[in-house]
């Protein structure tokens, strides 16, 4: 028997997190496709993320055949790649619209697919974060630098383009969610199999 889980964040009754989950605005508007692989993550990211800002939409599939990007908007993909152009990006005296972020989440395999999938998305201009930002989850055996969590890439993203507008607020969920995850497995456990580079 499967155990009773809140509608709106998906987490199971006992932990839900929506009280953690705050409603920002932003002038960016986010658009994150979410691998179907995803969805079931102990994480999910992702969706804390779309639910946390008012300008955000979640999308769950391989092949977005529908897919609009409102006309409102600049859209551009936020992938690394030789074209992507570091955040923030200035307005052009051209385009002055603000930035529609469309965001693959999913493995770098699976975000990778969802391109190859959906030329559209590739035929967008790029956008990356700086390097050297490293990530809080801290259950990752050898986190790479630069490999953030979807919800803390969103967080980076939106902090550059909008500053000084703060956005740390969304990744409460995400701090509560890894130390639920440190207090079932135990402090021994995460201290040795965790914090032996520190």
Known sequence: MSR??????ARPLKHCLCHLIPRLPSRTRVLIL??????????????????????????????????????????CLLFPGETAQVLPLAPSAADARPLLLVVPDGTWRKA???????????????????SGLSSRYRLRKAPAEGALATIEA????????EA????????????????????????????RNHLRQS
């Open 34 to 75: 979410q691998h179907p692989d995803e969805v079931g993550h102990a994480l999910n990211t992702a969706r804390l993320a779309a639910l946390g800002l008012e300008n955000a939409e979640l999308q769950v599939g391989e092949v977005f055949a529908d897919l609009h990007f409102d006309p409102a908007y600049r859209a």
């Open 164 to 191: 000084p507008a703060r956005f740390a607020e969304l990744l409460r969920p995400f701090e509560a969610l890894i130390e639920g995850q440190i207090a079932a497995m135990g402090e021994d456990t995460y201290r």
């Open 154 to 161: 969103i967080v980076a993203a939106l902090e550059l383009q």
């Open 112 to 130: 990778r697919k969802l391109l190859h999938l959906n030329p559209q998305l590739a035929q967008l201009p790029r956008v990356c974060l700086p």
């Open 4 to 9: 009773a889980r809140c509608e709106r964040c």
